[in-house]
């Protein structure tokens, strides 16, 4: 079982940045995949990011590549969500989750097995 807090969401002007933060409960939080989903007013969740449980590889989305960076800290059950230059359409929640597997979930083709509960993001024009 794996429970997810997330935090550091809040309002900001387009250009700006703000890092997002996700503890994690548990004593396996290095077994598992990690990533940042968002969804939008109106719309369905995307994927944004994710990071394997050793922090070597990362996957973006093409509309955040360049601009937003996963990482993580085994060691502190955390992982964060740096987001730079944001543009109005990053307004969303945004939410951790956790995965043993990576297979599906960039893709969306299948859902991570734990969420938190998310953090509002409004970028402002």
């Known amino acids: 079982q794996v429970q997810l807090v997330e935090s550091g969401g809040g309002l900001v002007q387009a250009g700006g940045s703000l890092r997002l933060s996700c503890a994690a409960s548990?004593?396996?939080?290095?077994?598992?995949?990690m990533g940042w989903f968002r969804q939008a007013p109106g719309k369905e969740r995307e994927f944004v990011a994710l990071i394997s449980w050793n922090g070597v590889n990362t996957y973006y989305a093409d509309s955040v590549r360049g601009r937003f960076t996963i990482s993580r800290d085994n060691a502190k059950n955390t992982v964060t969500l740096q987001m730079n230059r944001l543009k109005p359409d990053a307004t969303a929640v945004y939410f951790c989750?956790?995965?043993?597997?990576?297979?599906?979930?960039?893709?969306?083709?299948?859902?991570?097995?734990?969420w938190g509960q998310g953090t509002q993001v409004t970028v402002s024009s």
């Open positions: 548990g004593r396996t939080f290095s077994r598992y995949v």
């Open positions: 989750a956790a995965d043993s597997v990576l297979a599906g979930l960039q893709a969306g083709t299948r859902q991570a097995e734990y």
